[in-house]
C-alpha cells in the first residue's frame, strides 16, 4: 500500500508540469483571440477664437481641440447657439468650415491637417 501511494504520489508531481503548461497555453490562446483595436493618435491643435473686427487684445483667447483622423474637433466650454463660424488654418489661409453652428462640439473633415486654427464668430 505504502508503495502505491509512493507511485500515485511521485506521478501527481510528474504530472504536474504538463498539466500547468497545457492550462498555460490554453490561457494564451485565448488573450491572443481577443481582438484589439488600433489606438487612435490625437494631435492637439492650437486654436484661437476671434469675436468678428472687434478683437484688439494682443493674447487671442484658446479654444480646446484636437486631430484626429483626419478630422478637426473643436471643442467650446460654453454652447455656441446660431452662431455663423469661420474656421481658418493659420499656416494656409484656408478656410476649412464656415457656416452656422449649434452645439459644443464641431467636427470638420480636413484635407490638410495643419496645426494652428482661428475660429471666427462672425
Known amino acids: 500500500m505504502k508503495a502505491l501511494s509512493f507511485v500515485l504520489l ?5 504530472l504536474q508540469p504538463t498539466i500547468l503548461s497545457l492550462n498555460a497555453s490554453a490561457i494564451v490562446t485565448e488573450i491572443l483571440s481577443i481582438p484589439t483595436e488600433k489606438k487612435k493618435i ?5 486654436i484661437h477664437l476671434l469675436k468678428g473686427e ?3 487684445r494682443s493674447i487671442l483667447p484658446v479654444v480646446p481641440g484636437y486631430i484626429e483622423d483626419n478630422q478637426l474637433f473643436i471643442c467650446f466650454r460654453v454652447p455656441v447657439e446660431d452662431e455663423y463660424l ?3 488654418d493659420t499656416e494656409s489661409g ?3 468650415y464656415s457656416g452656422i453652428f449649434t452645439g459644443t462640439t464641431l467636427t470638420i473633415n480636413l484635407t490638410n491637417p495643419g496645426e494652428s486654427y482661428t475660429v471666427e464668430i462672425v
Open 10 to 14: 511521485g506521478s501527481l508531481f510528474l
Open 42 to 46: 490625437r494631435k492637439p491643435a492650437n
Open 54 to 56: 472687434t478683437n484688439t
Open 86 to 88: 469661420i474656421v481658418k
Open 94 to 96: 484656408e478656410i476649412v
